[in-house]
């Protein structure tokens, strides 16, 4: 849906904002058109990753007296048109509506036009990560509880944010993995394959009270046969030790 009156910058090549209420968003193929049309993600992953674009596009300072919607309009993030969006999508939230993997879709397309699209993708991913985490009380978990508890939280946050079973653990203390991904669908490049990374990481993180990383050293945009996410704890510089394979989540 156009929005009348949007600035939109040239520099991207971008026509529109995709609308959550669009019937016209995309045109799933006939094999997947019943996966397409069912609303199964939180439309929080849309609000959170159109709030990334806007503090990423949002200038450091500017005067008090300064629209930067109005004098910066060749940023995307600052355009009127994501700011309404945004509104409408925090509505959504309000009432737990969802939205269809096409119309998500048609966000992370937007997004990937961008040079600075793994950042967006990364950042946007820590603030779908939830609240959970704990007090002191983590650092002196057992490593391997510690661990396990954030291969859970994880596994819950995917499923909770998707509507579904999002990837698998694979063997190692922690590794997802997955094949035909939502995020390799929409962005056959790789980019949007970081949103995981941002999620896993923040989660890790929060869980173990210890730094984290995480890399993405499969991406089936790569040739490789699946997309695989390892995480590692930076306070042990070796490897962090293999863990018996959990039951695969994958969809």
């Known amino acids: ?18 609308d959550a209420r669009s019937s016209t968003l995309a045109t799933p193929s006939p094999s997947r058109s019943d996966d397409t049309s069912r609303r199964r993600v939180q439309a929080v992953v849309a609000l959170r990753l159109l709030e990334t ?40 939230v309000r009432k737990r509506l969802r939205l269809t993997d096409s119309e998500v879709s048609d966000l992370f397309r937007l997004v990937i036009r961008r040079p600075d699209a793994e950042e967006i993708f990364v950042r946007a991913g820590r603030t779908l990560a939830g609240n959970e985490g704990g007090g002191s009380w983590r650092r002196r978990m057992p490593r391997r ?20 079973r999002v990837g ?29 990374s ?5 989660i890790l993180e929060r869980t173990t009270g210890r730094g984290a990383r995480v890399e993405h050293v499969l991406c089936q945009s790569r040739g490789d046969a699946l997309c695989r996410w390892e995480g ?20």
């Open 53 to 92: 674009l806007r503090a990423v596009d949002l200038p450091p300072e500017f005067l008090e007296d300064e629209d930067p919607t109005v004098t910066m309009p060749r940023r995307l993030g600052l355009s009127d048109v994501v700011d309404r969006q945004i509104r409408a999508y925090r509505e959504d």
């Open 198 to 202: 941002g999620l896993c990481q923040a």
């Open 168 to 196: 698998g653990f694979g063997r190692g203390a922690f590794s997802v993995e997955g094949r035909s991904l939502l995020f390799i669908e929409a962005d056959p490049g790789g980019d949007a394959c970081f949103l995981v």
């Open 232 to 251: 590692t704890l930076l306070d042990d510089p070796a490897s962090i030790g293999d863990a018996p394979s959990a039951e695969a989540f994958a969809g």
């Open 1 to 18: 849906m156009r929005c009348p009156g949007a600035v939109v910058p040239r520099d991207y090549g971008f026509n529109h904002v995709p």
């Open 145 to 164: 509880l510690g661990l396990a508890l954030a291969r859970n939280r994880v596994r819950r946050r995917l499923n909770a944010l998707f509507g579904r």
